[in-house]
């Protein structure tokens, strides 16, 4: 595995703990600033009522496979693939909860490889490609001709307030940290400002949506907050950073000082629609010789 990529796995690892990271999905949606539902929002205007072989990729707990309850066809068959086994359990019930026949696999994104061609009429990716930009080409193999593939993504300007914040945090107590932080690093696999380009290489057709949000936190709230923020922390106190515990409590610290009479903290995602992969077979040969790399 190359380097880069064994870091945003690292980062990854905070989504090991499925009742942590289901406990921080119920924070951000009893705080977002937008009555609508993201993941309606994606899915709005599409035909899905007769989609019936469903992928659902870095699926964790199954966030995006329970909104398509009512909207696939009955009994349609979804099989979520995460790199974590236990998301297995919290899985399967969120697809007998949306009334689908689940499948999981927790060996990871390498794992599409051995998918057959044209497989699938309706693949979901939320919140997951940044961290494996790399599978795109494998996402085109994969889908069938007339099929869909819809993936949500945050914009760059995601947490900006809080990105702010905590680099000026670095500067006043004199601490050593790098100047893009690894949350900057990682939206900037696959955000609003490139997942046009990375997409339209193996898609023919690419939407882009954008669904605007804020999450906004007070003093009552102030639990919430640090509860969001302790399961985020690699994503703005890196490894290499020395005294962590002293900087994550001084975070904290400053941050409560802030809630009078709110903190906004900016969360704009950007959605895709990608349609009518393209098959074009060179394009696949030199993505796997490495003529072509995926991410310049
Ligand atoms: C931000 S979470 C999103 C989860 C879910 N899609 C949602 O919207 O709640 C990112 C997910 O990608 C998974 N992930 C990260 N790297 C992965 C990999 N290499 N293969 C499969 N899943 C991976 C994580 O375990 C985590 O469940």
């Not at 380009?197 to 804020?214: A, D, G, H, T």
């Amino acid at each position: 595995m190359a380097a880069r990529e064994k870091k945003y796995q690292r980062l990854a690892e905070v989504f090991e703990n499925p009742t942590m990271h289901l406990a921080v999905a119920r924070i951000i949606q009893e705080h977002s600033t937008n009555p609508q539902d993201v993941r309606l929002f994606a899915l709005e205007g599409l035909s899905l009522q007769s989609r019936q072989d469903i992928l659902d990729v870095g699926c964790g707990f199954g966030f995006f496979t329970l909104a398509l309850k009512g909207r696939v066809k009955k009994g349609a068959k979804i099989q979520g693939i995460d790199r974590f086994v236990s998301y297995r359990e919290p899985y399967l019930n969120s697809c007998v909860m949306a009334g689908l026949k689940g499948r999981f696999s927790g060996s990871g994104v390498k794992s599409i490889g051995s998918l057959p061609s044209e497989s699938f009429d309706l693949v979901l990716c939320s919140y997951g490609l940044y961290f494996f930009p790399e599978i795109i080409p494998e996402l085109s193999r994969i889908l069938k001709p007339e099929g869909v593939f819809v993936t949500i993504t945050h914009a760059e300007n995601h947490t900006k307030e809080l990105i702010s914040f905590v680099k000026e945090i670095y500067k006043t107590l004199e601490i050593r940290a790098p100047r893009i932080l690894p949350c900057e690093k990682l939206v900037s696999n696959f955000s609003d400002k490139n997942g046009k380009p990375l997409l339209s290489r193996w898609f023919e057709q690419v939407k882009q949506k954008e669904y605007i949000s804020s999450l906004v936190f007070n003093s009552d709230s102030f639990k919430n907050l640090k509860t969001y923020l302790l399961f985020k922390r690699p994503f703005f106190i890196p490894e290499e950073v020395e005294d962590k515990d002293s900087v994550f409590d001084e975070i904290i610290i400053r941050l409560r000082r802030k809630l009078e009479p709110e903190f906004r903290i900016t969360k704009n995602d950007s959605i895709f629609v990608c349609e009518k992969p393209l098959k074009n077979k060179s394009n696949h040969v030199e993505e796997k010789t490495g003529l072509l790399p995926l991410l310049q």
